[in-house]
């Protein structure tokens, strides 16, 4: 999506007050997702405050923060999957390439947004359709061409080799790293220009979070990547931005770098070292 | 001090005997129905009562292949009136019902499901055969069907409920609008329960005696379509053991046989499905 001609760093936009230091300003093209002012409510409760963010093009961002912060509510107004919790409801801007996301249709967004979930959830289906479960949807005739975007989706996962041999086998006979691989290829098939990933990794083994990680360094060049973590290695590893929540706000955005060896607020210090969260 | 101990040891055995014998008393019901109903009908089972007619009082032989069919055309009807009905149902209230009205349809449900089978027949006689003037295997059938729709519902629903919201969640995300997720994934992860519960249900109206009575009454010939009075199995073990004569006691014992065989065999296809585990899933 035009990425190759902006390869300078996409910056956050400055956020003076909300978020810490001002950054550099976006470059010309905008920021691929652009939330504005977002209030989130579970019925009566408040819980995200007044959000301001920017996910730049084709770069992994990480939202870090302890359990109950709002980061991975966040996360889920991006694709709007919280509307499937009744009395959910966000305000505020969410712009897809400047795009108002609150008005777009939402299947529409979900398939140029994709997500993967914190518990890998293959459906009880073999490999092969789960994979095209996502193709099919948006109407793919079966065929030769619906098996070559398996293959592809699945190689873009880095599940392939492992697979390729019984693509008719159900999917739950898949080990836990590798139904969390095979949800990433589902996610892939369509073509997201954005995925979501929340907590990945968490019910994974080191082998297996290693895996994803690395395949996640493969994906950035092809899609902008938004990834919960608990983990905070991992945030300081993969991405190169990383934004901090607590308590339903976002207290601190910056590079990974600046977030992790240098941040500008007492609260984002306090959890990076470990004094609380 | 010892006492206490011997005190609480024999408490502890009595008890857990106890159980154990109820547990027993169950099993072993079942087995002497079986048993007595394979001792006093046993004999009679033979080829001619699997496809002969009823024959003339006085003769003996004959056979209950009219009662056979006509109680599947019965259950044929009644899965078509029931199943349908209380399968969507089950669906909008497991996956589209806000909080008040499916709360107030699982009640109806529930009452709908505890009304006696009597009641039933004597709605179908109202329904269809007092305006056609006639008994009919549709009459029976309805009755039946009526019966099914409540034990269908609320066994769609159950199933419906205990597939993972993660797996509603992972189609959506894809970009399925909710009743492509709910068809293409979330039915087919509960399909094997719900079929399980359907065939459940058609065993359970299938030994059905009062809603038939005066709705698809009896017939002693071949029923022809479904307008006609219509043979069926538990209404012939009913006419047939308050009868005076002696063979058409025995052949009653000999019908229970056959019903109990084919509702046995019924439950335990459904657990035969229901055990066997994911299979690897076609394309």
């Not at chain 1, 996610?187 to 954005?194: Q, S, T």
């Amino acid at each position: 999506m035009g990425g190759s001609a902006t390869r300078t760093v996409m910056a956050p936009v400055p956020q003076p007050d909300k978020a810490g230091e001002a950054v550099p300003a976006t470059k010309p093209g905008g920021p691929k997702i652009a939330v504005r002012s977002l209030n989130f409510y579970y019925g009566p409760r408040q819980i995200l405050f007044d959000i301001n963010l920017s996910v730049a093009e084709k770069k992994i961002t990480a939202l870090i923060g302890p359990s109950g912060c709002g980061k991975s509510t966040f996360l889920r107004t991006l694709n709007r999957m919280y509307e499937t919790v009744p009395r959910a409801r966000a305000e505020g801007e969410l712009l897809l390439d400047g795009e108002e996301m609150l008005g777009m249709d939402v299947a529409a967004l979900r398939r140029r947004v994709g997500m993967v979930f914190q518990k890998s959830n293959p459906f009880p289906k073999s490999i092969f359709e789960n994979v095209a479960y996502g193709l099919r949807v948006n109407g793919h005739e079966p065929g030769k061409r619906l098996a070559d975007l398996v293959e592809h989706s699945l190689r873009r996962a880095a599940l392939w080799d492992e697979v390729k041999d019984h693509l008719h086998k159900s999917a739950h006979a898949l080990s836990g790293g590798q139904q969390q691989r095979l949800c990433i290829a589902r996610g892939l098939a369509v073509d997201p220009e954005v995925l979501l990933l929340d907590e990945p990794c968490s019910a994974l083994d080191p082998i297996a979070t290693a895996k994803i990680e690395e395949l996640l360094f493969t994906l950035k060049d092809s899609c902008t990547i938004v990834i919960v973590t608990h983990n905070m290695q991992q945030a300081a590893r993969v991405a190169e931005f990383t934004g901090f929540f607590l308590l339903g706000k976002l207290i601190e955005f910056n590079e990974s770098r600046v977030i992790f060896k240098n941040p500008s607020r007492k609260e984002t210090e306090d959890y990076i070292t470990g004094r609380f969260g | 001090m010892n006492y206490r101990l011997l005190w609480r040891k024999t408490v502890n055995n009595i008890m857990l005997a106890l159980t154990g014998v109820c547990a027993l008393v169950t099993v072993a019901i079942l087995f002497f129905i079986l048993g007595y109903l394979v001792w006093n009908g046993g004999r009679d089972i033979n080829w001619a009562f699997l496809t002969q007619l009823p024959k003339p009082v006085g003769e003996t032989g004959g056979g209950m292949a009219n009662a056979i069919v006509g109680s599947a055309k019965l259950l044929l009807v009644a899965a078509l009136v029931g199943i349908p009905v209380g399968f969507i149902g089950g669906v909008y209230l497991s996956e589209f019902g806000g909080s008040a009205f499916p709360a107030v349809v699982r009640y109806t449900a529930d009452l709908l499901n505890g009304v006696p089978s009597i009641v039933m027949g004597i709605f179908a006689y109202t329904v269809v055969v007092l305006p056609m003037h006639h008994f009919s295997a549709l009459a029976g059938g309805l009755a039946l069907g009526v019966m099914l729709i409540p034990i269908v519902l609320r066994t769609t629903e159950e199933f419906l409920r205990a597939v993972p919201q993660s797996l509603r969640e992972g189609a959506l995300a894809l970009g399925a609008n909710k009743w492509r997720a709910i068809s293409s994934v979330v039915i087919p992860a509960a399909f094997r329960g719900i079929a399980t519960g359907m065939l459940l249900s058609l065993a359970r109206v299938a030994g059905e005696t009062a809603p038939l009575l005066f709705t698809s009454f009896g017939n002693r010939f071949w029923s022809h379509g479904f307008n006609e009075a219509t043979s069926s199995l538990p209404v012939m073990i009913y006419t047939y053991a308050i009868s005076a004569y002696e063979d058409w006691h025995r052949q009653a014992w000999a019908a229970g046989l056959v019903l109990l065989a084919l509702v046995l065999v019924a439950n335990i296809g459904a657990r035969v499905i229901l055990a066997r585990r994911q299979s690897p899933a076609r394309g």
